[in-house]
Nanobody, 118 residues
Framework: VQLVESGGGLVQPGGSVRLSCAAY????????LSWYRQAPGEDRELVAQ????????IYADSVKGRSTISRDDTKNIVNLQMNNLKPEDTAVYYC????????????WGQGTQVTVSS
């Protein structure tokens, strides 16, 4: 079982980034999917979540209105589109999958670095 993130990098303030997370050897079906981030010296925090049933989404206040989380269960991919990036968005972004029936079943990706700087 593996989650692999991609799409990070160096972005100028005001720019956009699209992060993707692909699942290997398991299906995203029946999993709530999330993106977390962790900046140096900070705790890991939830950025956005999309539920399995119904696709209900939630966003951290810090990214609300400029971020969109989406999922494609046919391709086992979850994406995070972030616009109008700010230096404070700089962090390692992690993909997370939690089984919607059994919260003890969780998986993390290895993380992808997003650096917002001019």
């Amino acid at each position: 079982v593996q989650l692999v993130e991609s799409g990070g990098g160096l972005v100028q303030p005001g720019g956009s980034v699209r992060l993707s997370c692909a699942a290997y050897e398991f299906s995203f079906s029946r999993y709530d999917l999330s993106w977390y981030r962790q900046a140096p010296g900070e705790d890991r925090e939830l950025v956005a979540q999309i539920e399995d049933a119904g696709g209900h989404t939630i966003y951290a206040d810090s990214v609300k209105g400029r971020s969109t989380i989406s999922r494609d269960d046919t391709k086992n991919i979850v994406n995070l589109q972030m616009n109008n990036l700010k230096p404070e968005d700089t962090a390692v972004y992690y993909c997370h999958a939690k089984h919607s029936w059994n919260a003890a079943v969780q998986y993390w990706g290895q993380g992808t670095q997003v650096t917002v700087s001019s």
